[in-house]
């Protein structure tokens, strides 16, 4: 496609609800990374696939949240038992690889209530 | 790791003034210092980007310095205009431009 794609753009979750979320990358690009943006913040990385392979996922808050990329193009994100804590905008990026421009997804904002 | 320092967190001119926005770095390792803007509701977009290799860059209204013995870079908005009225992210990835410590933003007000 033209640009990264995420979906959903808005998803209500009530807490303990499993959520997924989905990042469909621009075709080509090597590495793919999540990031969360509480609001009024700067996004925060949680997770990072060159291809198919997770090569950090220092970022991620708890052993809730889980990613995937098992074609190394699309990929999931995975939060178990949703907390109010989780409630952010998730971002994905895309990057040719190396020092090379990241293109962002519009994000989906997830809300736990 | 990277520790990104931005300010200030808000900055309000009046159209036609300029605009600039400056980021502390700590890593000695970072060389790619790119510049995002987000406005409401919508995706973080790169407008600029600087490489440890040169000390400026300009595109238009647009430019970046970088002072790598002092560990900061600034954003210079000149002219400045309603529609550049969002926030701005500074960012410094040490090896994949993904991978970046983001500002916390600075929230630009452009008055008509």
């Known amino acids: 496609g033209a640009g990264v794609s995420q979906s959903p753009r808005y998803k209500v979750a009530k807490r303990g609800q499993d959520v997924a979320l989905r990042c469909d990358p621009i075709s080509g690009h090597v590495s793919l990374f999540w990031y969360q943006q509480a609001l009024g913040q700067g996004p925060e990385f949680l997770t990072y696939f060159q291809n198919e392979a997770q090569l950090d996922k220092s970022g991620l808050p708890s052993d809730r949240f889980f990613a995937e990329r098992p074609e190394g193009s699309v990929s999931t994100l995975k939060i178990q038992r949703t907390q109010q804590e989780d409630s952010a905008v998730y971002l994905c990026?895309?990057?040719?690889?190396?020092?090379?421009?990241?293109?962002f997804g519009q994000g989906t904002r997830l809300t736990v209530v | 790791g990277e520790n990104v320092e931005q300010h200030p967190s808000t900055l309000s001119v009046q159209e036609g003034d300029s605009a600039v926005i400056k980021c502390t770095y700590s890593?000695?390792?970072?060389?790619?210092f790119p510049w995002y803007k987000q406005e409401l509701g919508k995706r973080p977009q790169l407008i600029i980007d600087i490489r440890s290799n040169v000390g400026e860059k300009k595109d238009q209204r647009i430019a970046v310095t970088l002072n790598k013995t002092a560990k900061h870079f600034s954003l210079h908005i000149t002219e400045t205009q309603p529609e550049d009225s969002a926030v701005y992210f500074c960012?410094?990835?040490?090896?994949?431009?993904?991978?970046?410590?983001f500002g916390d933003g600075t929230t630009l007000t452009v008055k008509p």
């Open positions: 960012a410094a990835p040490i090896t994949n431009a993904g991978k970046s410590t």
């Open positions: 890593d000695s390792a970072s060389n790619y």
């Open positions: 990026a895309s990057t040719i690889g190396g020092l090379a421009e990241a293109f």
